[in-house]
């Protein structure tokens, strides 16, 4: 969830078209609420604070998960990043999922005053901060980046050792580093394409094995998703919308590469500036009736090995609430008991 500004809108409305969207999320039985985080983006989104939203949805609901999607440690104090977290945890009662990243954006970076270059080593640091708070013991940590002297946090988790966390990937390097750290894994089709993802995740699991780790790693897809009533209306509807979308991931990423400029993400946006609809349609968001997005699921669980589907209801922010909650409904009713 975005909670997005739409044009003309308000930020109240923007809060309130969110919550009811949860609302409706818990009463028809959807499993969890992931929360995105953005700075700075008056066009885009009023969710800077994602924790706090976090509480508030462990107050209005009983059963349904809440998930940070992700919190970009970097640019936070670890340590209150542990106490705000282990709070929501005890408020919800146990149900808050943790995803965890450093984001991609360098203007979040300049605007916070912090270096994009250590972004890197301030999540490493961060995540090691993170385990040791939540162990219930008093812990000191002097690192680069940040120092603590003898801490015990409280609140502690009512999750043990503490919420489940997954990390956020996109580049190859970081699904290594997911993998050797043993965490579970976010992942999205809005980079390279379906081909690189498989390749990426292989990896993840492979170093997975290697790293010692149980299991086999668990990876979340998180992609565009629309449901409608006829195959017409669920592939017309969403066009300009996630038209759109892609071709605001082309311009964020052009302009979020760091001083120097990086191949990796030219070559990306360069992709997604090229993106047809057809290509769109084709192996980077589930649009259709309930039947073809059970399809779609099962294709992407036998070529992915993905094990849940991170829904993005309006990716664009261009689709009217009463679509978005139509779309909702179907999920809900007609796709989701196929899985359960």
Known sequence: MEFGLRDGGSEAEAFREGLDLVDAAEA???????????????DRSVLSSPIVVAAALAARTQ??????????LPLNNPLRIAE?????????????????????????????????GESQGRFEEALQILRKAWSGKKFSFDGTFYKVTDALVVPQPVQKPYPPMRMAATSAATFKTVAEQGLPLFVGLRGDGLAT??????MYRETWHRSGHEGDGSVYLRVPVYAASTETAAFEEPRDNIIYYFERQARLIAASSPKGGNAERSNTAATLSALSYEDILRDRVAFGTAAQLIDRVNEWRDVLGIDGITAEMNAG?????AQVKNSLRIIASDVMPAFK
């Open 28 to 42: 028809w039985g959807l499993d969890s609420a992931w929360l995105s985080e953005f700075h700075f983006s008056p």
């Open 63 to 72: 059963r349904m998960r809440i998930g940070i999607a992700v919190y970009v």
């Open 84 to 116: 705000e977290a282990a709070t929501v945890d005890q408020i919800s009662g146990g149900r808050l999922d943790f995803g965890i990243g450093r984001s991609g954006v360098v203007r979040s970076y300049n605007s916070y005053n912090i270096d994009y």
């Open 197 to 202: 993802l498989v390749e990426n995740i292989k």
């Open 317 to 321: 922010g261009m689709l009217s609430e």
